[in-house]
């Protein structure tokens, strides 16, 4: 029988995966010119761009969530559940409709917004690093398509199995981007760590949703959110005595829907053991994804060996679709199963932001440092997870919102230091400011926005957003794990901020430079704005003609870096003055059911 | 809506952001530039603070209690943040004194800096090895290994960033006083760290690193606490408004929830005051501020901690404050007695005004722990007078530091009155006023709190409240002791050249006209560690030139003023305090 597929619905992937093999193709087939890379650059660029405006039509479209890759009626899953299961689901509602696949909802439309907007930032930084001409161009370019796709694709899934194909999708290519760098020691270690990691996570989490449908006979999120409906007395009654296999009779009454209401207590107490492992399992695989404690360990390693696009792309896209994939799990799968998790997720984001923090308050480089302070953010977007409430997950989605933009932001600056010879140790970027008029400050702002200050207000809010959901929600005790791990981290960006407005020590020989000799060089007559400057004039950081392009010279590739900071900027500018463009974009009902 | 509390932080706001735009004076030399940003600075707290003073003057003074000028506007519905100001009697004196003191530093740092003589801008700054950053205090700049070479100047370089700065603070400090949202408070609670941050870091002395970075960690810590604080209560009572919630008097939360909001909520604030247990942070900040960093600090942001008392706890979180009321007390009662005690033994003159301000604010907070009427009133004219005060006392030890070079009691030697002696007298007068003499400001604070101390509300337990007054009234003996014994170290006796050769630092050649040329180049400084010295010394110091005395004066007129009049303050003050705490 034939499928009917929404064309609409998968075309901001579809776009993407074409795009990709465009790429390669046109890799193959253009002149070795000069041009060809750039040209590459700009085609993977227009191809996000594409995806992203039929990303931000599907938004504005303002109707019902688009489905498709549904159950066809007449095949035996639409209703039924799959044989022989111990636990299987009730039967839906006569005349429900069947479960889907692929689901656009608001959701969906954030996160593949999302993933799409920090995905531009990446080619752009991309343009830059190749640049250098030690990476082949159309392979990066059309893994890091690849990648997009899994990431857009993701939040759409809404069954166990194409969740696994796009985190797949969206892990995979990156082991290759970060050993891309020819004859590149710690670049090779890295990606060969990267996917050890990544591998063992996918193991430990195929091993859960094998469980889960082993258990439940259902790959669909929507009907694993039923299960325990199904059996309040007889599965806890079934598994005392005999664990997986033989279950007993599960009784699938129309009484399961009664169940439902009962307490989070009872539910716990009434949960076959097998399930909470599954669940566990699951979660322990998203947290190797995300860089959870405790399976955080090769996160600095990674970030520091991998290109600096990468790192981005691994601190942002990455980690964005790994709790995509984790919110629709446990919110939109196990929601019933949160007395089991939600636990759990509070004492991981405490450990997960406390580790991070601490590991990065001694560090020396750069990009290792943003490696554990994306270790700690990851730990405060856990954080409202753990509290049992669907509007508690916006917390989250809106926290990573607002991450992605300072974070990409500070990446940029990185990246755009780097590529002009800045040695990337901290104390390399004393008087940064004053090298870079422009570039400098936008890097404080970022660092004040991570660290949550104000002129910050973006880091501000995000985290106001998740402290009002703790506080709410009854979890006081991460509260204040999070307050003091906020001073904390404060400590270790604001010492690099003072870094960045430090004048650089400059040899006894050059005391007295002459205004034209070097006039970036004499920090004193430089009037080195204090930060917030990007916070207060949004609109000197786009046009200005300074550092950013000026200096550059001809070296066409710290372009494509300086507008990628000057998006963040503006973003990250826009985030801070009206944070509510985040909070509209949150729907209402975070998850359509498939 | 009304425009006059929306201008108030859009003119400060609007000068900082036209200093950033990267235009302007590059044409002109160094020099000019050095003296056309703190004369633009100047010129835009001119601005506000004549709308400050336009805000006073329509400020309805027969109805002090009711908030006026009120907006409010939504900003962000997401977080149910809105954008909402207004100005009662508490606030509107703290709203006056900000602008005064921001206008003053600016006023103070107008002193058109020489390019001749002073340091020598851009060499002498980057040949100066700098510690990488806070996190490595210890190898970069130990004070000893400063000993060689000159030490950054007190206030000078950078003037462009520093009236950024300032006036960036200056939206912070007046927004904190103004905001009427419970996070739209905070949210101008926080904007004054990352400034005064960088006032500390980068103009500071010796050891700014580590003072600014303990600075900004505390006072975060306490934020954070507040914040949670101040989140609870809008769990638990679903609102933000806090003209609302302080009508509200508490009703919506239970007895238990109102202590553990109290607890947050207060411990934050107590951080910022400071309070005795928590106040280590402010010492060193003080000490190594720069002069308009420490004016600004103890004249204004200690004040945000006293009027969040005023404003958020004790009027919000009545069944708390009652409560925890005692402990307050006590608290404010020990910090009165170890800021005396730990003064007595400051050597270093800033350190031990420091120190005074942790005693002076424990009689701020005792009269809020009275929660009367008396109390309240004591504690918010002590607020403002100890911000006088304070702000004197500091500008005053800052050019003593600047002449001498250091403001080591000992290196000082004595004679000021002799040797400078309008300097000696404006110290005198500072202290005297500090020390509470009936007559000047800082004796009405002290007595109404103790006043309130002596009847505290009903409910709390008196007995212990008059052990309260008494140690607090031993606490102005001593107050008087170590003031006492200070002035007769520095402004008595014979002039003692503990200096060799007195810094020419503070007064240049370029405003004063043909008298510094003539003087300087004397001697050559030799100072030793603590000197600031800059190849330019002489053997008479110049007494207070015009730009100390444009900053000055208006302080010691309204101390004299409050002082012989307090009623100007109470009555603005008094009915405020009274529907604060919901007395009739």
């Given at each position: ?17 074409l ?30 761009t ?75 930084l ?15 370019h ?70 889960l ?53 009872q ?111 990851s ?23 607002f991450?992605a933009?300072?974070n ?73 794990v ?113 | ?20 735009v990267?235009?302007g ?15 633009y ?33 939504p ?34 740092l ?82 004054v ?51 609302a ?60 901690g ?43 003159l ?17 009269g ?24 004197l ?39 005297v ?36 007054m ?115």
């Amino acid at each position: 029988m034939i499928q009917p597929i929404d064309y609409y619905a998968v075309a901001p992937p579809l776009i993407l995966a074409l795009t990709a093999g465009l790429v390669l193709l046109l890799d193959v087939f253009l002149p070795r010119a000069p041009y060809a890379r750039p040209l590459l650059g700009i085609v993977t660029l227009a191809g996000v761009t594409g995806a992203l405006a039929v990303v931000i039509s599907q938004a504005v479209r303002a109707a019902g969530p688009l489905r498709t890759f549904c159950v066809p009626p007449g095949l035996p899953g639409s209703a039924a559940p799959g044989p022989g299961a111990p636990f299987p689901v009730t039967a839906p509602e006569a005349g429900a409709a069947p479960p889907c696949s692929f689901v656009v909802d608001g959701f969906t439309l954030v996160f593949a917004g999302l993933a799409l907007a920090a995905g531009i930032i990446v080619v752009l930084l991309s343009m830059t690093e190749l640049s250098f001409g030690d990476i082949p161009a159309g392979e990066w370019h059309f893994l890091l398509l690849c990648t997009l796709t899994g990431a857009v694709a993701l939040p759409a899934s809404r069954d166990l199995v194409m969740l696994v194909v796009a985190l797949e999708l969206a892990s995979l290519p990156v082991f290759a981007l970060t050993a891309l760098r020819r004859y590149d020691g710690r670049g090779s270690e890295a990606a060969v760590k990267l996917f050890l990691v990544s591998v063992v996570s996918t193991a430990v989490m195929l091993f859960g949703i094998s469980l889960l449908y082993g258990l439940t006979g259902t790959v669909y999120l929507e009907r694993l959110a039923r299960v325990p409906h199904a059996v309040p007395g007889a599965a806890a009654g079934a598994v005392s005595g005999s664990g997986v296999g033989t279950a007993g009779p599960a009784a699938v009454t129309a009484g399961g829907v009664d169940g439902a209401y009962a307490s989070s207590l009872q539910i716990g107490h009434d949960l076959p053991p097998v399930l909470a492992v599954a669940a566990v399992l699951v979660l322990a695989g998203f947290a190797f994804k995300v860089a959870a404690v405790p399976f955080h360990a090769w996160a600095g390693d990674v970030y520091e060996g991998a290109p600096i696009p990468v790192a981005a792309l691994l601190s942002v896209v990455s980690k964005a679709a790994g709790f995509a994939g984790l919110i629709l799990v446990l919110v939109g799968g196990l929601r019933n199963l949160a007395p089991v998790w939600a636990p759990l997720v509070a004492v991981v984001a405490a450990l997960t932001m406390t580790a991070g923090n601490l590991l990065a308050l001694r560090r020396r480089r750069a990009v290792r440092l943003l490696a554990w302070s994306s270790v700690a953010q990851s730990g405060y977007i856990l954080a409202p997870l753990a509290v049992r409430d669907e509007r508690a997950m916006n917390a989250s989605v809106a926290y990573l919102a607002f991450y992605a933009a300072m974070n990409l932001g500070a990446f940029a600056v990185v990246m755009l230091a780097a590529r002009r010879g800045e040695s990337g140790e901290l104390d390399g970027y004393r008087g940064f400011a004053a090298r870079s008029r422009i570039a400098g400050p936008a890097l404080a702002f970022f660092l004040i926005c991570l660290a949550g200050l104000p002129p910050g207000l973006a880091g501000l809010f995000a985290k106001i957003v998740v402290f009002r959901e703790l506080v709410g929600g009854g979890l006081g005790w991460l509260a204040a794990v999070m307050a003091v791990n906020t001073v904390i981290g404060l400590y270790y960006y604001v010492a690099w901020v003072v870094r960045i407005f430090t004048p650089a020590p400059v040899p006894a020989a050059t005391t007295t430079p002459a205004p034209a000799e070097a006039p970036a060089m004499a920090p004193v007559p430089v009037p080195a704005p204090a930060p917030g400057v990007a916070g207060t004039a949004p609109e000197a950081v786009p046009v200005a003609p300074g550092a950013v392009s000026a200096a550059a010279g001809g070296r066409t590739g710290q372009v494509a870096a300086g507008v990628a900071i000057a998006l963040a900027a503006v973003v990250a500018v826009l985030f801070s003055v009206a944070p509510q463009t985040v909070f509209v974009l949150l729907p209402e009902t975070l998850i359509a059911t498939g | 809506m009304s425009w006059l509390p929306v201008a108030l932080l859009a003119v400060p706001l609007a000068g900082a952001v036209l200093l950033a735009v990267p235009v302007g004076s590059a044409a002109r030399g160094p020099t000019a530039r050095e003296r056309w940003f703190p004369r633009y600075g100047l010129a835009v707290s001119g601005i506000t603070l004549a709308l400050s003073a336009v805000l006073a003057a329509a400020f309805d003074h027969d109805d002090p209690a009711r908030m006026q000028f009120v907006t409010n506007l939504p900003w962000i519905p997401g977080l149910g943040l809105r954008f909402h100001l207004g100005v009662d009697g508490v606030s509107l004196p703290l709203v006056l004194l900000t602008a005064l003191l921001t206008f003053l530093c600016f006023a103070y740092l107008c002193r058109g800096r020489p390019a001749g003589s002073g340091r020598v801008p851009a060499p002498g700054r980057s040949a100066t090895p700098s510690p990488g950053g806070p996190s490595t205090p210890s190898p970069g700049d130990p004070p000893g290994a400063a000993s060689g070479r000159p030490s950054e100047p007190a206030d000078g370089g950078r003037p462009r960033a520093l009236a950024f700065t300032l006036l960036v603070l200056e939206v912070g400090m007046i927004g904190t006083f103004l905001a009427l949202d419970l996070l739209l408070f905070f949210v101008f609670f926080e904007v004054v760290l990352i400034p005064m941050y960088f006032v500390i870091a980068i103009w500071g002395g010796h050891r700014r690193r580590a003072a600014a970075t303990k600075f900004i960690l505390y006072t975060l810590l306490g934020s954070v606490v507040l914040l949670l604080g101040l989140l609870f209560i809008w769990a638990q009572t679903g609102t933000l408004d806090m003209t609302a919630l302080a009508r509200a008097h508490g009703t919506g939360m239970s007895r238990a929830a109102q202590i553990l909001a109290f607890l947050a909520v207060g411990a934050g604030l107590a951080v910022k005051t400071p309070m005795w247990p928590l106040h280590t942070w402010l010492p060193d900040a003080h000490t190594e501020a720069p002069t308009v960093g420490s004016v600004l600090l103890a004249g204004v942001l200690l004040k945000m901690g006293t009027y969040g008392f005023a404003r958020i706890a004790v009027p919000m979180l009545p069944g708390g404050a009652t409560v925890l009321a005692p402990w307050l007390g006590a608290f404010a009662v020990i910090g009165i007695i170890y800021g005396s005690l730990a003064c007595l033994a400051q050597r270093d003159l800033k350190r031990m005004i420091a120190y005074s301000s942790i005693g002076h604010m424990g009689f701020v907070l005792l009269g809020f722990a009275a929660l009367t009427p008396a109390g309240f009133n004591g504690a918010l004219f002590g607020n403002i007078a100890h911000g006088l005060i304070t702000a004197l006392l500091f500008f005053v030890v800052g050019s003593i530091k600047e002449r001498y070079g250091t403001a080591e009691i000992p290196s000082l030697g004595g004679g000021m009155l002799t040797r400078l002696p309008r300097l000696g007298s404006v110290l005198t007068f500072a202290a005297v006023a500090s020390l509470g003499l009936p007559g000047l400001a800082g004796f009405w604070g002290e007595v109404l709190s103790l006043l309130g101390a002596f009847r505290p509300a009903a409910g709390l337990p008196r007995s212990l409240y008059l052990v309260f007054m008494a140690l607090g009234g031993l606490g102005t003996v001593l107050t008087a002791a170590y003031f006492l014994s200070m002035l007769s170290r520095v402004t008595h006796g014979r002039p003692v050249e503990t200096v060799h050769a007195p810094v020419l630092a503070a007064v240049g050649p370029a405003d004063t006209g043909g008298t510094g040329n003539a003087e300087s180049g004397e001697g050559t400084a030799d100072v030793g560690s603590t000197g600031r010295g800059r190849g330019h010394g002489r053997r008479g110091m110049r007494d207070v030139a015009p730009h100390e005395l444009v900053a000055w004066v208006p302080l010691m007129a309204l101390i004299l003023l409050l002082g012989l009049w307090p009623k100007a303050l109470l009555d603005v003050t008094g009915p405020v305090a009274r529907s604060l705490l919901g007395a009739p």
